[in-house]
T-cell receptor, first 110, second 111 residues
Framework: GDSVTQMEGPVTLSEEAFLTINCTYT??????LFWYVQYPGEGLQLLLK?????DKGSNKGFEATYRKETTSFHLEKGSVQVSDSAVYFC?????????FGEGTQLTVNP | DAGITQSPRHKVTETGTPVTLRCHQT?????MYWYRQDPGHGLRLIHY???????DKGEVSDGYSVSRSKTEDFLLTLESATSSQTSVYFC??????????FGPGTRLTVT
């Protein structure tokens, strides 16, 4: 089955710093790729997605590009804010099922 | 979390007792899922449903059963709870692959 490996956390940054959270996947075929965000005490929310190679997903200043050659989908943001503090999950899926990474805790300090 | 509710939101129970968690949706989505979230493991799929009375196992299904008698409700049952089932349980729904919406979660503690 599919598997997803995420950059280990926790990650601590200062406000306005550049963010990268690495994500790689293994899958048979060509899965769709996702980033979800979980704020404290809440469920996961879809942040962005990409469904085929070279697609770029973007939302709220976050971006990730589907790289088939490196089987990666790294999450980036140019200038993080305190409100971005959350846990970020990378996901890969084909059909109706998703496989998630372990999550990366991000803390942004003022 | 709009359109998805989970009940109860918190529960403490003793080892060996049966427990049922409920997920209710108002979106009329076809697919429903139960996950558990544990430190160091992220989210792991327990069971999912692709229609009324149609269910299948996920990667950590041992000790759990599910039922879906109506489109809007998906029940997760722990027949005899164990301490290893202490976790946060999330329900999710989707109408197309990957675009899962998640409920607010149920924190279950088995003592």
């Amino acid at each position: 089955g599919d598997s997803v490996t995420q950059m280990e956390g926790p990650v601590t940054l200062s406000e306005e710093a550049f963010l990268t959270i690495n994500c790689t996947y293994t899958a048979t075929g060509y899965p769709s790729l996702f980033w979800y965000v979980q704020y404290p005490g809440e469920g996961l929310q879809l942040l962005l997605k990409a469904t085929k190679a070279d697609d770029k997903g973007s939302n709220k200043g976050f971006e990730a590009t589907y790289r088939k050659e490196t089987t990666s989908f790294h999450l980036e943001k140019g200038s993080v804010q305190v409100s971005d503090s959350a846990v970020y999950f990378c996901g890969a899926g084909s059909g109706s099922r998703l496989t998630f990474g372990e999550g990366t805790q991000l803390t942004v300090n003022p | 979390d709009a359109g998805i509710t989970q009940s109860p939101r918190h529960k403490v129970t003793e080892t060996g007792t049966p427990v049922t968690l409920r997920c209710h949706q108002t979106e009329n989505h076809r697919y429903m899922y139960w996950y558990r979230q544990d430190p160091g493991h992220g989210l792991r799929l327990i069971h999912y449903s692709y229609g009324v009375k149609d269910t299948d196992k996920g990667e950590v299904s041992d000790g759990y059963s599910v039922s879906r008698s109506k489109t809007e409700d998906f029940l997760l049952t722990l027949e005899s709870a164990t301490s290893s089932q202490t976790s946060v349980y999330f329900c999710a729904i989707s109408e197309e692959p990957g675009l899962q919406g998640f409920g607010p979660g149920t924190r279950l503690t088995v003592t």
